[in-house]
């Protein structure tokens, strides 16, 4: 899905603590030679800087910590689980945020305790219900089928299961109402009522919302904080006692989204851009800290903001072309089916090796398109290169969140990923063989031609 973006006023952060976040301007400084690992690795090939990954998650941790709050960054697993990446994640301290019973299992396998994994999403089988019960997870409950099925599992189990609700609300034209209880139907109100009604076999714990994704204005969060906060004292009297408000996710990275999908004017993100955010959560929270508890737990649930600017795709120049009436092009061996986001983003282009740098003076406008046999395999309609040889490695920016786990085999296998980090350089996914393709495939015996040796 693309990216649904509001006009938004600037807003002046005087109060907030100001962290850097860090700009993938500086493409190359951290990944070494790229001409090196792609005759290592093969290309195209996935870069992930440890040290970048690291930063950014101490960056956001830090711009959203409040006095008096307990903040809780829990790591969402969808934007791109990749064990190493969980893995150094939840070595800086996240924990998981997961939506399906794979990503929950995955987190159990890395070792995160089911006291620190929230599940959330619309569709939780029975089994995987119980297991999060007995785990102590927090289960985030999504409609009212779910909430009775919750009720069904832990009355069976005799224990009480540790519940949060999602809540959604209507803000502007478009606004995420496909999951979660609506606040402002009274549906919303309505699973307090049956929630309080199920008495010991429900531990209720959080009120949880996620409004979108690379949501650039800041003012949704405060809606979000002003509606969970209402629900949270509708709850207290009710006698339950919410501890936890959950912003999810959603927020931005410093990509840069194509003018289609933009606010008028660009809306590019760079250095201290998520402190608003930061504000409009903590600001109204600190403010009623009654409706959560005297202390209560924020809880943030985000992806892109933490891994999009700590991965690159370096590719290799395959062909040239002139394109009437058009240009220069280049075609690379990495395609749409690498990089889904090229059809939003503007990712940042760059030649990867010093000879190609060195000719930047010379540098104009390109075309970039990959392998695929589609005609909307554009990576880049339009980057500025210096002049590309055949073999010319460049090296594809902000591509961390989502275009590992929505990649696919499409004409093409998908490649390796390597870690750059303190003991260099290690492989943590290798590249797709036809084994890994089609070795779940079979052909019925009649189907099989004379000789195959499929």
């Known amino acids: 899905m693309a990216p649904k973006l509001e006009l938004i006023t600037p807003r002046s952060m005087q109060k907030h603590r100001m962290v850097d976040i860090t700009s993938a301007d500086s493409a190359l400084d951290d990944i070494g030679d790229a001409r090196a690992l792609l005759d290592e690795f093969g290309s195209p090939l996935y870069i992930l800087s440890e040290k970048m990954l690291r930063a950014q998650y101490r960056a956001f941790r830090d ?18 689980y990749l064990p190493a990446v969980c893995s150094i994640l939840h070595q800086e301290g996240a924990w998981a945020e997961v939506v399906s019973g794979m990503e929950y299992d995955l987190a159990r396998s890395l070792g995160v305790p089911g006291s620190k994994i929230i599940f959330n999403g619309p569709y939780k089988r029975p089994d995987e219900l119980a297991r999060a019960i007995k785990e102590e997870a927090l289960i985030n409950v999504d409609n009212f089928d779910e909430l009775d099925l919750l009720i069904s599992v832990a009355g069976n189990l005799g ?25 402002d139907n009274g549906e919303a109100v309505e699973a307090l009522h049956r929630i309080k009604k199920a008495g010991r ?21 405060a809606r979000a904080a002003q509606v969970l906060i209402a629900i949270a ?85 395959v062909a040239r072309k002139n394109i009437a009436g058009q240009g220069e092009a280049v075609i690379v061996d990495a395609g749409v089916n690498l990089v889904p986001t090229a059809y939003w983003y503007d990712h940042g282009v760059n030649a990867a090796s010093n000879k190609d740098i060195h000719a930047a003076l010379g540098a104009k406008p390109v075309a970039v398109f ?28 902000n591509v961390g969140a989502y275009c590992i786990t929505q990649s696919m085999q499409f004409i093409q296998p998908r490649p390796a990923v390597v870690l750059v980090g303190p003991n260099g350089v290690e492989e943590i996914r290798r590249r797709e063989t036809r084994s890994d393709i089609f070795g779940m495939d079979r052909i019925p015996a009649r189907l099989r031609a004379k000789g195959a040796k499929f």
Request: glycine share 10%; proline share 7%.
């Open 233 to 317: 004292k509708s709850a207290r009297g009710l006698g339950l006692s919410p501890t936890i408000a959950d912003f999810g996710g959603g927020y931005p990275s410093n990509n840069r989204l194509k003018p289609a999908f933009d606010v008028p004017g660009g809306s590019g993100s760079s250095g201290q851009f998520l402190a608003p955010f930061a504000e409009a959560i903590a600001g109204p929270l600190s403010k009623a800290r009654k409706a959560f508890g005297e202390r209560p737990t924020m809880v943030l649930e985000p992806g892109r903001a933490l891994v999009d600017t700590a991965f690159r795709l370096a590719c290799t120049v």
């Open 370 to 397: 990959g392998p695929l046999c589609m005609q909307v395999d554009i990576l880049r309609e339009r980057a500025v290169l210096p002049a590309m040889s055949l073999g010319s490695p460049l090296v594809i920016s």
């Open 159 to 183: 224990i009480a299961a540790r519940t949060g609700l999602r809540i959604n609300f209507q803000y502007g034209r478009q606004s995420w109402t496909k999951f979660g209880m609506n606040a």
């Open 63 to 80: 711009t959203f910590t409040a006095p008096g709050i307990n903040t809780v960054v829990a790591y969402s697993y969808k934007t791109n």
């Open 201 to 221: 076999k429900l531990r209720f714990e959080a009120l949880h919302n996620h409004s979108g994704t690379f949501q650039v204005n800041p003012d949704i969060y």
